[in-house]
Structures are given as C-alpha cells and as structure tokens.
C-alpha cells in the first residue's frame, strides 16, 4: 500500500481546501476509505469517513460535520476530502487511510500511513 495525500496549504479562516488521496496498493478496495489528522502534540484524529459497501452512507466526526465532505472516484481511484469553511484548529497534518469505527470513533484498521498533507489555516 502506497498512499500519496495531496491538496494541503495554507489558507485563511473560512476558506477552502480540497485534499485528494492515490493509493497504488489495496486501499480502494477496503470497507471504509478514511481522512484522519494530527496537530502537532495531538493524537491522530479521525475525521471523516465513506463506505464502499454501503451506498450513501458516511462518517463525521462532529469537529468537521457540516463543513467537510468525503467522496470517492472510483474510477480514478482517487478519495477526496473537500474542506469548507476552515478554522484554525483544522490546522494539521492530514491523511487517508482504512478505517473502522468503534465506539462512535474513527480509528485506523490498519496502520498504514501515507506522508500525509499539511493544512494550515490563519
């Protein structure tokens, strides 16, 4: 799995960001494809999530709920984290990744991680 996180920057509060996410390995064909982040000095945070599976049917954490959108091309081959509305404490590293949800929580299924992308917001 080789996971390549794209699309950081710096913007100011209450812009935009798009974030994509290329995997040359297995990611896409997992049951949750998943955007996470870490602030400096913070956990990894999941933050968002799409099921293959399932039609329509997504996770958000409450941090980001109604300002990010997760989606997927599958064709492409691509997952996509559009970013609205930015705050500064949406300041972080971010990446994609397999997850599962347990206990209401976002986590990683499988401990792979790609560089990831930096989003900072002033």
């Known amino acids: 799995v080789q996971l390549v996180e794209s699309g950081g920057g710096s913007v100011q509060a209450g812009g935009s960001l798009r974030l994509s996410c290329t995997d040359s390995?297995?990611?896409?064909?997992?049951?949750?494809l998943s955007w996470f982040r870490q602030a400096p000095g913070n956990k990894r945070e999941g933050i968002a999530g799409?099921?293959?599976?399932?039609?329509?049917?997504?996770y958000y954490a409450d941090s980001v709920k109604g300002r990010f959108t997760i989606s997927l091309d599958t064709a492409k081959k691509t997952l996509y984290l559009e970013m609205n509305d930015l705050k500064p404490e949406d300041t972080a590293m971010y990446y994609c990744?397999?997850?599962?949800?347990?206990?209401?929580?976002?986590?990683?299924?499988?401990?792979?991680w790609g560089q990831g992308t930096q989003v900072t917001v002033s």
């Open positions: 990744a397999a997850g599962v949800v347990v206990n209401g929580n976002l986590i990683s299924l499988r401990n792979k």
């Open positions: 799409i099921y293959t599976t399932v039609s329509d049917t997504y």
């Open positions: 390995g297995e990611l896409m064909s997992e049951r949750l």
